[in-house]
């Protein structure tokens, strides 16, 4: 049975690439939108609960439009839901991404300048003009030149990124420094390093290994519960976005699992070490 989150229908319409696998009123190929404001929230139903969320320039694949919103698909992670139509625009080329965890749009460049609007790590921008210390993006915003770098840059360490979102509010569904959750901080963090990463904790634990029966763990290794999922920092530390603390923040693993396993959460039912490319 296909995963409704990453299968592109809702029964009015389908991809064509799933004609014959499932009923569908009408089958499209979609076009290509890009967000134009600094998130844009992914939902299961219009005006339903937040699933995930899309950044400033991320790219989503419009099936239909259905009372103001619009249904397809994430480019990103194949994440299926609801985008605001109003939220969406034509995509451009990007050719470089916001490495600081958030960054100003100013109207000149100039930092005294007041700016118009902030975008967050992750997201994509076409830079058409530079300047010594500004690069010129294509909305016309001026973003400073050491928040970006090149589109296929990366970063080694997952865990260093992570810790770019320390006490980041936690917000179930979040993608961004504006508010995050425990699979979208894993997402964020290893997609940074090109790795690449589904959106939900249950769909995480296709990444990589099980550590072996006394493999002791290493920073950068996965730990799950139901519903959970964290990295470890060292040997002996969590780093996730939970609700118990409502942020991103450092965790002794011993204190985690008690208190998750007390809280009703359940014990610990995997730790696993994803696969660099």
């Not at 990453?6 to 696998?21: D, F, I, M, Q, Y």
């Not at 460049?109 to 300047?131: C, Q, T």
């Not at 920092?233 to 450092?250: D, G, I, K, Q, T």
């Amino acid at each position: 049975m296909s995963d409704p989150r990453v299968t592109p229908s809702n029964g009015r319409v389908a991809h064509v690439s799933l004609k014959g696998e499932v009923e569908a009123e009408r089958f499209v190929e979609g076009r290509r939108l890009m967000v134009q404001q600094p998130m844009a929230n992914i939902t299961d139903a219009p005006r339903g609960r937040r699933v995930s969320q899309l950044l400033f320039g991320e790219v989503f694949r419009e099936l239909e439009t259905y009372d103001g919103f619009s249904f397809g698909q994430a480019e990103r992670d194949g994440q299926v839901g609801y985008v605001l139509t109003g939220a969406l625009a034509s995509p451009e080329a990007p050719t470089h991404w916001v490495t600081a965890p958030a960054t100003h749009l100013y109207p000149k460049a100039h930092l005294k300048v007041p700016p118009e609007v902030s975008i967050f790590f992750g997201s994509p921008v076409k830079v058409v003009a530079e300047r010594e210390a500004h690069l010129r993006i294509h909305t016309g915003h001026f973003i400073p030149r050491p928040h970006l770098q090149p589109i296929k840059a990366r970063f080694a360490d997952p865990v260093g990124v992570a810790d770019l979102f320390l006490g980041t509010p936690y917000l179930w569904g979040g993608n961004s420094r504006w508010g995050i959750d425990c699979s979208g901080l894993v997402q964020m963090a290893l997609m940074a390093c090109g790795i690449d990463c589904p959106r939900d904790s249950d769909q995480q634990m296709a990444l990589g290994r099980d550590l072996y029966h006394g493999e002791p763990l290493v920073r950068g290794d996965l730990v799950f519960w139901e519903g959970h999922i964290g990295f470890m920092a060292n040997e002996r530390m969590l780093l996730h976005a939970n609700a118990y603390h409502m942020a991103v923040a450092y965790e002794p693993l011993k204190e985690a699992a008690a208190r998750i396993e007390e809280d009703g959460g359940g014990p610990i039912t995997a730790r696993r070490r994803f696969l660099k490319p």
